[in-house]
């Protein structure tokens, strides 16, 4: 149990495009849905939580109108990279918690994002 | 505020050998505490979780883990490694937030478990 699906697994596109990924727990309702960002060979970086039903909430530095981020419902959560560019090349990582913080997080497999 | 500290960044052993993987952590809170394993270009895994029950947690893989207050510390032990827990390991720990809002959990830097023949 507590399967996490994150879609795509690999995106490369030309600069400027706007990319979504999706990230659904297929066996549970999560109230809380994490986006990360990992650069090679460091730890992940907390991008911004979301809760179902609310705005997500953004680390500091984040840009919000750069990386959009929608919790929909308790099973979808989706992050748009809008108009991105080289720099945003990295590997993204979603998360899902059923419940209070004492329970884990499930992780999805991760999106390798690179733009031309 | 919480934090994390994996004082390796990478530990190198044989196969067959025990593996320790160390993690302390500083918490205003009684915290849960968490390893997660991941392997090259994929998601993590939970290993095992501590919630404030025994303080030695027995996880997946042969892997578990000691919770000591008095040392806040949570290190990650498997007596016998195998070359396929050659891997990225976090140690995360989760407190309330402010104002008891959301819990928020923090990760350590990771530590590369590499094993040898």
């Known amino acids: 149990g507590a399967v996490v699906s994150q879609h795509p697994s690999r995106v490369i596109c030309k600069s400027g495009t706007s990319v979504k990924i999706e990230c659904r727990s297929l066996?549970?309702?999560?109230?809380?849905m994490f986006w990360y960002r990992q650069f090679p060979k460091q730890s992940l970086m907390l991008m911004a939580t979301?809760?179902?039903?609310?705005?997500?909430?953004?680390e500091q530095g984040v840009e919000k109108d750069k990386f959009l981020i929608n919790h929909a419902s308790l099973t979808l959560s989706t992050l748009t990279v809008t108009s991105a560019h080289p720099e945003d090349s990295s590997f993204y990582i979603c998360?899902?918690?059923?419940?209070?913080?004492?329970?884990?997080?499930?992780f999805g497999d991760g999106t390798r994002l690179s733009i031309l | 505020a919480q934090s994390v500290t994996q004082l390796d960044s990478h530990v190198s052993v044989s196969e067959g050998t025990p593996v320790l993987l160390r993690c302390n952590y500083s918490?205003?809170?009684?915290?849960?505490l968490f390893w997660y394993v991941q392997h090259p270009n994929k998601g993590l895994q939970l290993l095992l979780k501590?919630?404030?029950?025994?303080?030695l947690v027995k996880g997946i893989n042969g892997f578990e883990a000691e919770f000591k207050k008095s040392e806040t510390s949570f290190h990650l032990t498997k007596p016998s490694a195998h070359m396929s827990d050659a891997a990225e390991y976090f140690c995360?720990?989760?407190?309330?937030?402010?104002?008891?809002?959301?819990?928020?959990?923090?990760f350590g830097r990771g530590t590369s478990l590499i094993v040898h023949p």
């Open positions: 998360s899902a918690r059923r419940g209070g913080g004492n329970q884990p997080q499930h």
């Open positions: 066996d549970f309702q999560a109230t809380t």
């Open positions: 979301s809760n179902e039903g609310s705005k997500a909430t953004y």
């Open positions: 918490s205003s809170y009684s915290p849960s």
């Open positions: 501590y919630t404030s029950a025994a303080t």
């Open positions: 995360v720990v989760s407190v309330p937030g402010e104002a008891g809002g959301s819990y928020i959990p923090t």
